[in-house]
């Protein structure tokens, strides 16, 4: 079985069950393949406390540790071990999916919109009435005034007999319930391991363990995006950009703060006594100093000029630092690669030409700082080359990287280079 790295072990319950957990916890056991049974913590959602997380990751840890043991089965040629340790993640993602906030409405809209193909409107209607309640219930947990929206305008056009308008909405209404960084990762991992299952039973082992690997780096991203500080504090200063833009300048005020405190936890996290510790502490107290400087001007409730871009630059930059932990941790599962490993450097590489982009556009940036970034990007793909010198992709990223330093303002090409960079470091784990 691979090795896991503790810390970054998925956090899926929590992010299965919306925005968090409460104390009391309930113990659920899955039954597997072999008779024994596979014990989970699901909790009913309430805000999740770090504890409580931490607590949450341990259990969700089997279903990554399953995905492993069924790729080292495979490797091995073990074919009844891998499809036991597939059948338990199975039913451990079937316990974690019943106990989403949201799934018990989604199932409801779900059946409504089946309905619409050979029920009567009203019958139809009848269906959608227990689904505002359900909202109602979840509505301290997760955002639902997207799907009350929808939810009116079906129940509308049902009353006038439009049935392509009402299906339309209820199709909204269940896409604003999923959580792409949540909902989607689980499904698709739900997906990747049966579609391996079924390739075990037709013998094709090559296809089996693609779709694990699929499987596992989704696990990968869930658990990176939960349990990282730098996660949090993104997610706040999205919500404070989206305060600010609508005037709500105590909430936005109070979401900064709260970004803040996520920054302080995620310095604790850095060891400072390396170079690369060291760069990043730098970062994040630089932006510690500017969301102090951005609260100041919450606190006198007024639109100033610059504010937004200044916000949207914080988020984006926390963004691609998220991306890079998430590649980080992507990089440390699965085989270990015959040749050398260049993904490290080309994540390195994304990030300086992030960072790049960032100083471009949405700071008041030295124009030496923007070069020295995208030479930082240079140097690390060159040594990328030393290492591969006949890749061909690697060049022509060179090429580009030299292009963008003669021309810093190609936004485009930023966004080419980074995609680029994305699709090398994830196809070759």
Known sequence: MNSLN????????ALALGTGLPAASVAAQARQDDGATETVILQPARKMTERQAALISENATKVLVQIAEARGALRAGDRPRAEKALGRARA????IRRERPTEK???????ARKHLEYEEAATV??????????????E???????????LGKAREALAKGDRKTARKALTVLQESLIYTEVDLPVSSTGRNILAAQKALAAGDLKKAEKALKAAESGMVFLSVEVVSPLARARDDLYLARREYAAGHYDQAGKALAEANRWLDLANRDTPPNMPAG??????????????????????????????GRRLEGLWHKLASMVETEVESAFTGHGPTPSQADIRPRLIKVKQHVAFAENLQFYAKSDPADIFKALDDARAELESALGDEPGNVLLKQLLEELASLRKMPDQRELYDSIRGRLRKMIHQRS
């Open 6 to 13: 503790k810390k970054m072990l998925p956090m899926l319950v």
């Open 92 to 95: 451990l993602l079937a316990l």
């Open 105 to 111: 409405i989604i199932d409801r809209v779900e059946l």
């Open 125 to 138: 209607a009848a269906d959608l009435v227990p689904v505002y309640a359900d909202l109602t219930l979840v």
């Open 140 to 150: 301290d947990l997760v955002p639902v005034d997207e799907a009350k929206a929808q």
């Open 278 to 307: 060291l760069q990043r502490l730098e970062v994040i107290n630089d932006m510690k100093r500017q969301i102090d400087e951005l609260a100041v001007n919450m606190g006198r409730h007024e639109q100033k000029k610059g504010v």
